[in-house]
């Protein structure tokens, strides 16, 4: 129990100071609702969609929303792609849904202007964030420093010096316990104390 606490619940917490609190936010691959249904009970003004393609898992989560009486919470069968176009959020999260150049095509186009990819990744992160990095960046995804993006803050809010404009929605990539404020890999930083 005391893994699940802090493996799975936790590391899902932990993302919620990197987005914002209103607007929409789409969690991809919600399957066990992580970090989905944890954001939403944290966030009680942010609409969350939990994206998620298996029916099963889709009923999984509609029984979770609805027992933890999540009212700000929906459950969507689908999957991204078939959203592009149709649905856009100030943030999108994913965790464990497909490698970084792969996501970034999946979650870009759900991205507002200004918006926020949050990744949840394992201990190759940095590895598969350099890997996707000239993707990454060919996509929009940028960090702070990007002069595209220096003129419109949305809300006025910014996190963590991350400018927010539709060229470079900024990405933020947990790996393990780790966060990377923008797309070097290199920038890699203790933001929790779990070692």
């Known amino acids: 129990m005391t893994r699940l606490w ?9 993302v919620a100071q990197f987005l914002p609190t209103e607007g929409r936010l789409i969690d ?3 399957g066990a609702g992580l970090p989905g249904v944890v954001l939403a009970a944290m966030l009680p003004g942010v609409d969350v969609t939990l ?8 009923d999984w989560l509609i029984e979770v929303v609805s027992q933890l009486g999540l009212a700000n919470a929906q459950v969507r069968r689908g999957r991204a792609e078939e ?15 497909a490698p970084m150049d792969r996501l970034g095509r999946l979650a870009m ?8 990819l949050v990744a949840l990744k394992g201990r ?3 590895d598969e964030v350099g890997k996707a990095r000239g993707a990454l960046k060919k996509m929009g995804a940028g960090g702070p420093g990007n002069s595209r993006c220096t003129d419109d803050r949305r809300r006025g809010q910014h996190h963590g010096g991350a400018y927010r404009a539709r060229e470079c929605p900024r990405l933020v990539v947990r790996p393990g316990m780790t966060e ?6 290199t920038s890699t930083r203790d933001t929790t104390g779990f070692g």
């Open 6 to 14: 802090e493996r799975h619940l936790l590391n899902s917490a932990a």
């Open 28 to 30: 991809i691959g919600s």
């Open 51 to 58: 994206l998620e393609p298996m029916e099963r898992r889709a």
């Open 83 to 97: 959203l592009h176009g149709e649905l856009q959020a100030e943030a999108v999260t994913a965790r464990a849904v």
């Open 109 to 116: 186009p759900l991205l507002v202007r200004g918006g926020v």
């Open 124 to 126: 190759q992160a940095a």
């Open 180 to 185: 990377m404020d923008d797309i070097s890999p």
